[in-house]
């Protein structure tokens, strides 16, 4: 995490080390002062002048380390979240279902920011914390070894005492960070379904849900304050009981004659001195325990593998297909959310490269699943998917994302304007490309009566808008790219008749240049396709006629199900006969 910042907290060292030595090297100024004093000559002037010189130096050197600090602290969250930003964007589409995503999303924000100042203070604090204090102690054995071993044996025996709350500062920083991250993720919860929330008479509910992670996170927050309020001030007492015994040992060696006073002075402002690399050392160890908690959950983040070939950002491929391959073609596919269900059980089927084919079968029997597969969000668990005849697993995912469009039942809007969600997927897209999408689509006379046109914002999540023309942005947001292949799931589920016909004629109009795979239960939308598949029990069949879901006819052979061609020319593959 530090690769890139090494040479800056080598210099953030450096500096601190600067003021450190110019600070061991005051009291041995002040002892010759002393010296010079108890001998009654003249005032030591130059010793005062040295000293104000070294004083105002080591000021100038903290300043100036300080800040570096914190500037290099800043840029290792930066690099850090940048990567956790890009992981978290690339994960497999199942993982999101698997994490909460406000946790998610306190992995990126309070554990980075956790990290920093473990990373840059405190790995800074131990290194000149470390150096430090064998420095003082060097320039301490050498004034009186007697002394030296006075005070450290009260430091040794203080120590000992407080060494078990630096242990137990670990598991409350863990606490506290898990409970922040349940806080987050139970509060995007219930701002994402606001008005649900309002609705069932939650509000009060969900506020006492989420503020009981807050309170735990309280709890653990002050289980760290009590242990840090223990490890302060117990630095504190033992340099002040080191002092203590000090003075009254060095009394008696001064009495007897075996150390001078001017030594003493020395030892005794090095001993004071003592207090900034050992308060520096238990502030780091405190500040590294801490943050153990969040490194360990962004560790496990990165560990995650991301979703495969994502990390490819390529030039789209350019589309060579054979005339009449199919669009998209499933051969045998087996796939299954958990290990004990399959969804699909050896589907197969063929979409021919233009035309609209519709996507039937029960609620619950895997049509979304379909269309997730073919859009590479899921991957089989066996057999192939084909893509123009190449199999997908060939072909870089960005290029085979820049010619698939997806359009999902509850399709998001992204907050922007109308603009920015048109052109989302085809950043290079000009006005006039746009405005012909919205025609297509139906939109574009509303569009024009808005103040902002194409500028106008949609709200958070597209609230500004209807939720038919949330659905008909997300479908021209999919043609926009000019996509090879259009799978929609439920287009129109949320229009009413007049906009309906409008999209299924933007459909039929669209499918004259491309494949579009449109999963519906709306006899409206399966009366315009070209073909139609039936997903039943796992497998694919096809139908040609028949009014309504659910009572399609399927053509049938002693060998299994035949697909059946229908207008357009469909898919004919066998199926049933498959394995897992
Ligand atoms: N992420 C998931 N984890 C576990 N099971 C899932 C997941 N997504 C879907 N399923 C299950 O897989 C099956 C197929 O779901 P899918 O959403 O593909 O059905 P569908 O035909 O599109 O349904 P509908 O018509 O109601 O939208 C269902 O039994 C569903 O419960």
Known sequence: MTRGHRRVLALCVLLTLCALALGLAQPLLVSHAVDAAGRHGPPPWRDAGALAALVTAQAVMQAAGSYVLGRTGENIVLGLRTTLI???????????????????????????????????????????????????????????????????????????????ALHLMRP??????????????????????????????????????????ARQARAAGLRIARLNAVLMPASELALHAALTATVVVGAVRSAQGTASI?????????????????????????????????????????????EANSSR??????????????????????????????????????????????????SGSGKTTVLNLAARLHTPDSGRILFQGTDVAQLPMADYRRMVGLVEQHSPLLHGSVRDNLAYAAPEATDDDLWNVLELTGLATHIRTLPDGLHTMVGEHGTALSGGQRQRIAIARALAARPVLVLLDEPTAHLDPAAEGSVLAALQHIGQHCALLVVTHRETTMRRAASRLLLDNGVMRASCAGPRTGQLPVREDAGGVAPAPCQGGLAKRANGSGHR
């Open 86 to 164: 890009g992981h978290l964007l690339r994960l497999p589409a199942c993982d999101y279902q698997r994490h909460r995503l406000g946790d998610l999303l306190s992995r990126a924000s309070t554990d980075t920011a956790a990290l920093r100042t473990a990373l840059a203070t405190g790995c800074t604090d131990a290194v000149t914390g470390v150096i430090g204090l064998l420095g003082t102690l060097t320039l301490m054995a050498w004034l009186d070894l007697w002394l030296l071993a006075t005070a450290a044996a009260v430091v040794a025996v203080l120590a000992l005492t407080v060494l078990p």
């Open 172 to 213: 409350a920083a863990e606490t506290n960070q898990r409970v922040l991250g349940q806080m987050s993720a139970e509060l995007e919860r219930a701002l994402s379904a606001i008005r649900t929330v309002r609705m069932s008479g939650a509000t009060q509910r969900e506020t006492d849900r989420i503020t009981s992670h």
């Open 262 to 306: 001017a030594d003493l002075a020395a030892f005794l402002l090095y001993l004071n001195y003592l207090s900034v690399p050992l308060t520096a050392l238990v502030s780091a160890a405190a500040l590294l325990q801490q943050a153990s908690g969040a490194a360990g959950r962004i560790a496990e983040t990165l560990a995650q593998p991301q």
């Open 313 to 362: 950002e390529t030039q789209p491929a350019q589309a060579a297909a054979v005339p009449g391959t199919p669009a998209l073609e499933f051969r045998d596919v087996w796939y299954g959310h958990d290990r004990n269900h399959s969804v699909l059980r050896g589907a197969s089927f063929q979409l021919p490269p233009r035309g609209v084919t519709t996507l039937l079968g029960d």
